[in-house]
């Protein structure tokens, strides 16, 4: 019954790389840049803009930040904290500045990671203004004694916040949903691995289910502002036909896979995840009480709609700082999350509700699907799991339901699926 | 976010200590004298009355029990279970007797608690007539050799069973409901402290909610013959009206909080005493087949009313013996006791159902109660709640099914609740 | 409170015990003959036909097969593997043959149990043409060298597929169900245990309940084809009429008490037998995905009947070897099921949805149900129970559902029940 398998393997890791050194952030050229990227590679985005000011649901949109360099220079003229090396130096929002002081004054306005003492923190200040410098607690400690010009050439602007979208549509008006962020500036897992992932999720979409059964709604926008921009245009049509989604995050990893639960526990999205992941190495769930991305907004009690949040790790080390780099993500770990999705995608595609079109058992035996001799021990787990899967076809059941009352993985599910469909037993 | 806060201090010890000496039964003066003592605290109780011979449904309303005096004198003049020094002696609705007999004769009419050697048991006999004695079995080991005389001035007479209640209107005809009772003689946690617990709880809403939204009633009366009478007036009223109730029974001793459930576990009363005693010193939660007290009737198959009963300690050793006293109950076991009712009724008053009244998250920070920098692993317990409490408020999750979905102490949700209400943020 | 009760012992092993002879298979004489002893015990059966070349749903019904004799007979004269000695040597449904062959050849034609070398497997090919002989390990390793005379005289003509079922009417068309298998040959657990305590069942409810509320169905049937072909004849009138069923299988032996659940283990089936079992030795519950016997058509998806199946012992060494005989199946081990049965029974005929007629407790102290002195720790676990059946005696709950509740057995539950239902208490 094993089958050759197209391998499907979008570059995902070269994307990210590519895309590393922009400084993205809510807003300004590198995430402008980065969402043009990622429109090349799948041309159905269309871009959308919000101009600074605009007032969404308790938020307003913030103004458009660039910033071009920045770094602190020591009486000696040795330069810190340079951005051109590590854009992380700068808080993200930074003010500009361009000043000397002393080195107390200087301190107040630098931020370390004191029990990561060699790592660059992540550290920004959207809503209130303020400049700053991130280092290593290392580098901190180093700084010689004197007088410094600090400098940051950046400006706050009346512009946009840019968020990305694309509908792949298919024959039903429900859809499946999948969102990621673009506002992280030089970090690999968190988060230049969700939308490398978005992205080749939805060219598996297009290629694979020319003629599909489903629509397919994907979105690339800065977290939390973005989202909540987001929702506040199309929150009416999200409601009336998305029936299961995903926000990505933290997926380039290799360590594990977690995922996040709607507030109820009990949505399409829910099942459909846990089933995927099933049996998968280190495999956490957690409660919506645990939240942390997106999710935050599109479960929110008067929006509501059935989206989880997927990680590979939630917590790692080198989170939100210069640490989380290629060392942590690679090609590998894309592509297991990768297979997740498409595992679910094919499901939904394949068929969700499978139903057998035979009253009681049928004789497998004729079809070359079970032993003509019966003896006593002889009856494998694909048998075990072929029965079991008719046991349960009832046209009620979906697949994602199946997966979890049988504890198997949903793979292996919709490959059995797939066979007895072959034979005409299962609808 | 810790504000001052009023402290509540009823003098319910005080009020137990003065009624300890009365001699409580299903009648009788001493069960008279326990209800006016209490109505002159809270005027607004009313004294219903049932005629000996009454038919509650079952159930017979029994003879007016009085007692005056009672003892055992041996021949040497020695006297012996005065009821006048502890009014346990005689056992409860005992018939009077004045007879000469021997010891042996004597014996068969004296109980004592094996396993508790020095304690006198609390033993009655209401509805089959018997006279006798309780003393300690060391004591009863004592009883010199020879003829006694056997002395009980008691009478029983057609009179009236009294129970008292009072209603405390609402703007809503939904009610809360507390009942506990006053049948036990010079007992301290059962049954002085449930009565002064109800009565501190009634004037805690009488006074600090004035313009209240929903309304009140209290009763006291005899265990299960007046619970049962009372019903049997009530009952379509109740069953009406009554959203949640507690029925308070030995809850003035430090030791632990017990409750136990509804027959079916489900109702308001479960989950918000649930709620309220989350993370509670050994906490107990027993299911209705552990019951023990007047939730037996209020609960029964045909009268179904959402009751569950709270007790500080369930299983106690001093339980029925003169050893319940004031070493076991003390002013601060009776206030943690009334802490837990005061915040379910906060709860209710502050309103039940929380909904924000933004789309989306609300922005916290630009009304501090959200860190305006963003950094790695500064968020602490209190944002974490803050942030979880909205998540839930959807306005359909009442207070105590959020309080028991964050797993957090429902008084610390309220605190929560009361913050973001006060911002305007939730509703 | 003890009875004294009827012993109801039919001669369940007796019966086996006539029968274990006979060389059953789907079709044929020892099949036939069969039910005709039990039809000779339960007047009421009713034997139906299906003819050879049927279709019955996916399958076909097939050829009739009878065999009279089958042996190896070396070229030295000594004959191995004879059918007459016992019936398990030739496999089920195996063709004629009449042939000399050297050992190689025969070999590969010889079934036995490698881990059980002294147990002569019970082998079948129902549906693909096949020759063979099944012995222990250690008879083959003793087969001598040199040629062979294989001989089997069977054969397969087109005939009857035989099936028999009964109907015990009461007032109401609702039925209990019962089924168990008549096509395995020489097997004592597997499977005469089951038509034989089907049949004494039978008897049982005939006996004890000629006024009976509800009505029976009992079937007889070989596994699988039989109860196909059973249910492509009568589902709508099962689908209409059964409210509880059960498959019964391998009953007989004296080590376990074990239940499959229905897919959804919510029925009145699950939750019967449940109640029946708690508390027995080695006791397991199987979910559905663990099925084995002809529960896989009663409740495939579109047939969906409420059958759970009972075994004592689900997995046993013996199992489909000529090892399963009377060392295994005992009276006791019949009559330790029959007792489960009769306890399910009779909860059905007693009145299933007990009601307590009193509003509140009951008074049971002056119906002597419960002691007149109140004294602490005087009520035993009769009393507790009598006051748990009666708290949750509402109409609603079925004796089933409260036995589980209680967490205990039914048939004390029924007892108590008997005891209510006496004094007027309860409906």
Same mark, same amino acid.
């Given at each position: 019954?094993?089958?050759?398998?197209?391998?499907?393997?979008?570059?995902?890791?070269?994307?990210?790389?590519?895309?590393? $050194?922009?400084?993205?952030?809510?807003?300004?050229?590198?995430?402008?840049?980065?969402?043009?990227?990622?429109?090349?590679? !799948?041309?159905?985005?269309?871009?959308?803009?919000?101009?600074?000011?605009?007032?969404?649901?308790?938020?307003?949109?913030?103004?458009?930040?660039?910033?071009?360099?920045?770094?602190?220079?020591?009486?000696?003229?040795?330069?810190?904290?340079?951005?051109?090396?590590?854009?992380?130096?700068?808080?993200?929002?930074?003010?500009?500045?361009?000043?000397?002081?002393?080195?107390?004054?200087?301190? /107040?306005?630098?931020?370390?990671?004191?029990?990561?003492?060699?790592?660059?923190?992540?550290?920004?200040? +959207?809503?209130?203004?303020?400049?700053?410098?991130?280092?290593?607690?290392?580098?901190?400690? !180093?700084?010689?004694?004197?007088?410094?010009?600090?400098?940051?050439?950046?400006?706050?602007?009346?512009?946009?916040?840019?968020?990305?979208?694309?509908?792949?549509?298919?024959?039903?008006?429900?859809?499946?949903?999948?969102?990621?962020?673009?506002?992280?500036?030089?970090?690999?897992?968190?988060?230049?691995?969700? $939308?490398? =992932?978005?992205?080749?999720?939805? /060219?598996?979409?297009?290629?694979?289910?020319?003629?599909?059964?489903?629509? +397919?709604?994907?979105?690339?926008?800065?977290? @939390?502002?973005?989202?909540?921009?987001?929702?506040?245009?199309?929150? @009416?049509?999200?409601?009336?036909?998305?029936?299961?989604?995903? !926000?990505?995050?933290?997926?380039?990893?290799?360590?594990?896979?977690?995922?996040?639960?709607?507030?109820?526990?009990?949505?399409?999205? *829910?099942?459909?995840?846990?089933?995927?992941?099933?049996?998968?190495?280190?495999?956490?769930?957690?409660?919506?009480?645990?939240?942390?991305?997106?999710?935050?907004?599109?479960?929110? $009690?008067?929006?509501?709609?059935?989206?989880?949040?997927?990680?590979?790790?939630?917590?790692?080390?080198? +989170?939100?700082? %210069?640490?989380?780099?290629?060392? =942590?993500?690679?090609? /590998?770990?894309?592509?297991?999350?990768? *297979?997740?999705?498409?595992?679910?995608?094919?499901?939904?595609?394949?068929? =969700? +509700? $499978?139903?057998?079109?035979?009253?009681?058992?049928? !004789?497998?035996?004729?079809? %070359?699907?079970?032993?003509?001799?019966?003896?006593?021990?002889?009856?494998?787990?694909?048998?075990?799991?072929?029965?079991?899967?008719?046991?349960?076809?009832?046209?009620?059941? *979906?697949?994602?339901?199946?997966?979890?009352?049988?504890?198997? %993985?949903?793979?292996?599910?919709?490959?059995?699926?797939?066979? =007895?469909?072959?034979?005409?037993?299962?609808?």
């Amino acid at each position: 019954m094993k089958k050759n398998k197209l391998i499907i393997n979008y570059p995902m890791l070269k994307w990210a790389k590519s895309l590393f $050194p922009l400084c993205r952030s809510l807003t300004g050229k590198g995430t402008q840049q980065t969402l043009r990227f990622f429109k090349n590679i !799948n041309k159905e985005f269309k871009i959308l803009k919000f101009k600074s000011g605009t007032k969404v649901f308790d938020w307003k949109i913030p103004l458009e930040w660039n910033i071009r360099d920045g770094y602190i220079q020591h009486e000696s003229k040795k330069k810190f904290a340079q951005f051109k090396k590590c854009n992380l130096h700068v808080i993200g929002y930074s003010q500009p500045i361009n000043k000397k002081m002393n080195r107390e004054t200087l301190l /107040k306005n630098i931020y370390t990671q004191k029990n990561q003492p060699n790592a660059i923190p992540y550290v920004t200040s +959207y809503y209130k203004k303020r400049w700053g410098f991130c280092m290593s607690e290392k580098q901190k400690k !180093n700084l010689p004694k004197g007088n410094y010009k600090v400098f940051i050439d950046s400006d706050l602007k009346r512009g946009f916040l840019e968020i990305m979208q694309a509908k792949i549509t298919g024959k039903s008006k429900k859809e499946i949903f999948f969102s990621s962020y673009v506002c992280h500036p030089s970090m690999a897992n968190n988060e230049l691995s969700g $939308p490398v =992932l978005l992205n080749a999720i939805m /060219k598996y979409v297009k290629e694979k289910f020319p003629k599909r059964k489903f629509s +397919y709604r994907f979105v690339l926008l800065p977290e @939390t502002i973005g989202s909540i921009a987001y929702i506040s245009r199309f929150k @009416t049509l999200l409601k009336k036909n998305v029936i299961c989604g995903f !926000n990505l995050t933290c997926v380039g990893d290799e360590r594990s896979y977690t995922m996040i639960e709607t507030p109820n526990g009990n949505t399409m999205a *829910d099942r459909s995840l846990l089933a995927a992941l099933r049996g998968k190495k280190n495999f956490k769930k957690y409660s919506f009480l645990e939240r942390g991305s997106d999710e935050r907004q599109y479960c929110s $009690p008067s929006v509501d709609l059935p989206v989880c949040s997927f990680f590979k790790s939630k917590n790692f080390p080198e +989170y939100h700082t %210069n640490l989380d780099n290629f060392k =942590l993500v690679t090609q /590998k770990g894309l592509q297991d999350s990768f *297979d997740v999705f498409k595992t679910i995608i094919d499901a939904f595609e394949l068929g =969700l +509700y $499978p139903k057998t079109k035979i009253i009681c058992e049928p !004789n497998l035996g004729k079809r %070359n699907l079970y032993p003509t001799l019966s003896r006593k021990g002889i009856y494998g787990n694909e048998i075990k799991t072929r029965m079991n899967l008719l046991a349960y076809s009832n046209g009620k059941n *979906d697949l994602f339901k199946i997966s979890n009352l049988l504890n198997i %993985n949903l793979k292996e599910i919709c490959e059995e699926y797939k066979t =007895l469909k072959a034979k005409k037993i299962i609808s």
